[in-house]
């Protein structure tokens, strides 16, 4: 799990100089190893400077004119590395001036990337919590809708990704139809289930043939939101 916060100031701060890190940067670009779309990581005690070891850093290659899908997968091939490190402690920095562009696609791209399916490890290593810090100059307030607004996003695909890597065996029809009915007593949804014979009033031939291989009856979930929608 991920805990984000917004600072401008952190309790244990950096000892990392924003000049050394550009000349780390340039040492490693003279390489090839950072620029244009790589996400490469740097060990702490892979260098110092004036004796003193540095946290390791990870460099996140942004490709020109990017989308936001760009930003997410980079952000998310970033949060791979961080873990390669087992890290417990992640600072992101976030400043410029199209900040907002790109910030809720970077913050989804650590989310999802956290993601794994384990339910049915016995022996899963524990998994210690990731606090992720952004240092940005954004106010705390749009800040803040920025991260309800991704983590709600997040959280409706990691959702729908342990649905599907459920075995069939446990997500039968009945068992979809249920967690779509409590999602929706949840989330103030009007949640209809067509059972078999409804689907044969209707006239759903086709999607009744589909069924008939299985052993599970069918069930054809309708799902109607009609709320406020929600604007960032």
């Known amino acids: 799990m991920i805990h984000c916060s917004s600072h401008t100031i952190i309790k244990n701060r950096l000892s990392i100089e924003l000049g050394k890190v550009s000349e780390i940067f340039e040492s490693l670009q003279a390489d090839g190893l950072v620029g244009g779309s790589k996400v490469y990581g740097l060990r702490g005690k892979d260098f110092s400077y004036q004796g003193q070891p ?15 899908r760009r930003f997410q997968l ?3 091939q970033a949060m791979k590395e961080a873990k390669r490190f087992h890290g417990k402690n992640l ?11 790109w910030l809720s696609s970077a913050m989804k791209g650590l989310l999802l990337a956290d993601y794994s399916f384990d339910k049915y490890i016995s022996d899963k290593p524990e998994s210690p919590e990731l606090h992720l810090g952004i240092l940005t100059g954004i106010d705390s307030a749009s800040f803040k809708k920025e991260e309800q ?12 990704r342990d649905l599907v890597n459920e075995p069939a065996n ?5 068992a979809l139809a249920a967690k779509a009915k409590e999602i929706c007593e949840k989330n103030n949804i009007k949640c209809t289930i067509l059972e078999k014979q409804d689907c044969e009033a209707l006239g759903m031939n086709s999607y009744l043939a589909v069924a008939r291989g299985s052993k599970q009856s069918a069930k054809f979930i309708v799902m109607e939101y009609n709320g406020p929608c929600y604007r960032r």
């Not at 540095?54 to 936001?68: S, W």
């Not at 600072?91 to 562009?101: F, H, K, Q």
């Not at 446990?170 to 009945?174: E, G, L, N, R």
């Open 54 to 68: 540095y946290y390791n850093l990870i460099f996140i290659g942004i490709p020109e004119k990017a989308t936001p």
């Open 74 to 76: 980079q952000f998310g």
């Open 91 to 101: 600072l992101m920095t976030a400043i410029g001036e199209d900040v907002s562009y």
């Open 149 to 160: 607004y991704t983590r709600m996003m997040a959280k409706a695909v990691t959702t729908a």
């Open 170 to 174: 446990v997500m039968t029809p009945a």
